[in-house]
């Protein structure tokens, strides 16, 4: 092969690397213009600004390929090559106008050329100008693909249904196009769809636009809302009206527009709205809740499985937490874990071995897991909470003891446990102060509260005190029996235990225990209870525990005190005084349980089936009027009732029609929007009332409201019927026997 045949091809490649090149750098940014012009003008203006921007590139390349010319060979050759002696350029002259030194050369170059491997003279590839080049173009992309479409352009180019036509005089507006597009949110990947018949189901906060076209064109139109809130249309310069609204919940609208007719006035349109369901979430393993360390186990299989009816995020977060110690000595290690679910973008499955090992899991201690997984709903995720699953490795029990040793147990084992977790609790809800409304606030002060009273009475309980409102015996009893009832009750006794002399001297050498008289509280106690005091049956403590145990108690009053009246700062300084005295009780060792078996409380034989009531306290209650909970309610609904029997009752033509009841529709109106969560489907009862207010004289309307209202009328409550007072016969029984009485 020739020497000019070696530089021609060389230079050939040379500009076919520069060619490609330059073509992979620009060639995403084409794809960019297309994506763009799809975007706002749909296929066809992707098309076009494809094949011109494609013909701007070819040209482009082109003219930057042929600017690597015979010159620049030279050039390449002089620097990449030594035995060019720098005289590369002549390789390029015609040897006639060289002469004889030049011609010699030249003669030895080529040969060079021809016999010897030189190194690639083509340009090298601009790898990072191609990189930053191809991220940048796939991120514009994105935020193409992303970018909310606009609402003119194509969009207001669309394609109007014809409206249905209503009745309507001479020079009246008369709707006679509409047309509805729906886009909803980008994370639903749902595509934008038109409804012409102006209502439908959407997604949950999607974007609507209504276009309409009147004849003759109004002065002013507008959208109402049953809940009172307008959205006006506004006109383009086609003559359309339009309106644009977010749609979050359920809708009823209509068109109002200056001096319409009536009966398109008050035509009703439906827009229901699909909700964004949260994430669901389901535990595969383990298929318990509450698990326990078996022999030889060094991992713990975790596998859930979740779905969504958009999407799910990318991770989902496993919270891990390892509670160690007992008692009130219990410490808390807490991390997370972020997983990566395997399956398709609305239903994934997470699966996860932990190694209880790296943990620093051991005997005694609960390892505790929940997971908890986003949906993609945009901007603020909704969050689904897996139950907690709890790994337990239980303490050695020991070998068991007898005799006396059985009977020794530690202080209060399973009593002292919730003092620090409500200072806990107490702690974070104040932290949490600024992030709650007043109610909230109140509310789980409350509750704290309540589990502050639950431990003050277990606590009690170690002191002799009762339970609040349990029942005390006797229940219907007066405080003091009276005299002749004591009486007669010993001469009862001494009767029923006459016998022999043999066995009377048996009983007087025996000492006869006093009877107990009715009332007194000692009797009562004996009778009934069995004492919380005495040192071998009720206590537990010795005295200097028992005064702890006592300050701790009146402590815990005054934290719940301040908690239930949503003041948890104050409560604050007593829980931790509580907690204080909790400690020093634990301080003692050992406490002795005596064997005794259950006391129950006799029952007093002498008093069934002998009718008599003397000493039983009667407890009447006086009888209130019941309110009603929802006296609007009631009132509407004996309103309708009356209208309708009223109407019913004229059934002559010659009759006076009597003019209905009239309804409070504000009243109502304002009732549904603070109760709109009571009614099954509020639309269809904002439809219902809507009806009845532009005909109130409609019979079919009261009686659809009336059946909408049934279900949401407060259920009376179960009473006992009176018992009648029976024919003349009975009466006569009756007042025989309250004569009897008197005597």
Known sequence: MSAATILSVWLRSARMRRGFDLALWLLPWAVVAAALAWRLQGIAGALVVAVVVCAALVAFVWNEARRLDEAWLARRLNASRGDMDDSADLLFVSGESLNGLQRLQQTRLRERIETANGPDLRPAWSARRLLLSTLAAVAALIAVGLWPRGQSGAQDLEALSPAPQVAALPGQPRLIEQGLR??????????????????????????????LRFEPQPSA?????????????????????????????????????????DAQTRRLYRLDVSPDRAPQLRVLEPDRGLSLMSAGQRSWPLEFEASDDYGLAANAQLRITLAQGSGENITFREQRLSLRGTGTATGKRYVQRLDLASLGFASGDDLIVQLSVDDNRSPKPQTALSPSLILRWPADLGSEATGLDGMVKTTLPAYFRSQRQIIIDAEALIAQRRKLDAPGFIERSDAIGVDQRLLRLRYGQFLGE????????????????????????????????????????????????????????GSVLEQFGHTHDHAEAATLLDPDTRKLLKAALDEMWQSELHLRQGHPQQALPYAYKALGFIKKVQQATRIYLARVGPELPPIDESRRLSGERAGLARRGEMLVAANAADPLLESLWRDLESSLSTTTATATATATATKPAPIDYTGLQRWLREHESRAPDPLAFAAAFEALRNEPECLRCRAELRRLLWPLLTRPPASVQRRGQGDAIDRRYFEALQQEARR
């Open 466 to 521: 009762e339970s609040e409102g349990a029942p005390r015996l006797p229940t219907n009893d007066r405080d003091e029996a009276e005299p002749h009832d004591e009486h007669a009750a010993a001469n009862k006794n001494e009767g029923a235990n006459a016998a022999t002399p043999d066995e009377h001297d048996e009983h007087a050498r025996t000492p006869k225990p006093a009877a107990p008289s009715f009332g007194e509280e």
């Open 182 to 211: 729906i886009v909803p949110p980008a994370y639903t990947r749902l595509p934008p769809r038109s409804e012409p018949t102006l209502e439908g189901r959407v997604p949950e906060n999607a974007r609507l636009r209504w276009n």
């Open 221 to 261: 139109a507008e959208l109402v809302f049953h809940d009172g809130q307008r959205l006006p249309l506004a006109r383009q310069a086609d003559g359309r009206w339009s309106a644009e609204r977010v749609l979050a919940k359920p809708a009823l609208y209509r068109i109002v527009a200056t001096a319409a007719a």
